[in-house]
């Protein structure tokens, strides 16, 4: 058994010194620093909610040299956002979760001073974005019980094979969860691109609201959407949209909470007119709408 354990203690502390080059510390708020991971060549991806300025922005090492950093543009949605600077850190081995299960081993790395950091816990949970609160959009994510230190976000997890699920993020108070490489990978990829995140606009503000039985029976569906306010010359009050409408449909898509909408508001349709389906009066109607642009910095 003492074999067993050391063993297992020193592969976790060779998992640790193999991906440790590819974190950085990030320096963009007045607080403690945060920690980054390598991309790319050049390219850090890090948590949005740790990057409290657009420039003074400055990244440190694991060799000790500190170095200006540029934002490229973030997205406060995925709470993601990517620096550039001049530095040739190896790329670590990034791999999609699909694989994942819960009671997995992982390894939370953060580089909030200069020497890394390390914490070991398991995975509890495999989740759908549909349930992260309000005004954080992701496909999915991963909630663990690892420790998370002050500074770890933007840093990464790792599972037993070296390989990183994504980065930690502490945007939910008392929760650690990971942001998975898949989302990761669409958002970085657009800010690189565009230097910003492309998405729908309707203009309503809306929450979820139980459907009576009869409407029930005849879409399917146990919840939409209560408008509760439609921004003024808006898409949607262009297409018809009206305070107490009930929407239970977007361009297909049931609504049964407003981060389906979210979801439904991607950057493939925009400047398209799409079908909304909604109860109003008690009757089901279509609405013909042009979805708008709404730009995330």
Request: proline content about 5%; glycine content about 10%; overall charge neutral.
């Amino acid at each position: 058994m003492p074999d067993v354990l050391q063993n297992l203690s020193d592969e976790l502390a060779a998992l640790t010194e193999q991906v440790s080059v590819s974190v950085v510390r990030v320096e963009a708020r007045r607080r403690l620093p945060a920690s980054g991971t390598v991309w790319d060549k050049g390219v850090v991806v890090t948590a949005n909610h740790v990057v409290e300025r657009d420039d003074d922005i400055h990244i440190g090492l694991p060799d000790g040299n500190r170095l200006s950093a540029k934002l490229v543009g973030r997205d406060p949605l995925s709470d993601i956002a990517v620096l550039r600077a001049e530095f040739d850190l190896p790329v670590p081995l990034w791999t999609t979760p699909e694989t994942a299960r819960v009671g997995q081993l992982v390894l939370a790395l953060g580089r909030p001073s200069r020497h890394i950091m390390a914490t070991l816990g398991v995975i509890s949970a495999l989740e759908t974005g549909d349930q992260l609160p309000r005004g954080i959009q992701v496909d999915h994510f991963l909630q663990t019980d690892v420790v998370m230190y002050p500074g770890f976000s933007g840093g990464a997890l790792i599972s037993a094979n070296g390989r990183v699920l994504g980065i930690n993020t502490s945007a939910m108070r008392g929760i650690s969860l990971t942001i998975p490489t898949s989302t990761i990978r669409r958002v970085v990829e657009a800010l690189l691109k565009h230097g910003k995140i492309q998405r729908g606009y309707l203009g309503v503000g809306a929450q979820a609201i139980k459907l009576s039985p009869a409407i029930t029976a005849k879409v399917g569906q146990s919840y939409g959407l209560l408008v509760a306010s439609v921004e003024p010359d808006s898409p949607a009050e262009q297409g018809g949209v009206l305070i107490g409408d009930i929407l239970l449909r977007f361009n297909e898509m049931a609504l049964s909470s407003p981060e389906d909408l979210l979801r439904g508001l991607q950057s493939d349709c925009i400047s398209k007119t799409v079908p909304i389906v909604i109860v109003r009066g008690g009757e089901l109607q279509t609405l013909q709408v042009t979805v708008g642009e709404r730009l995330m910095r």
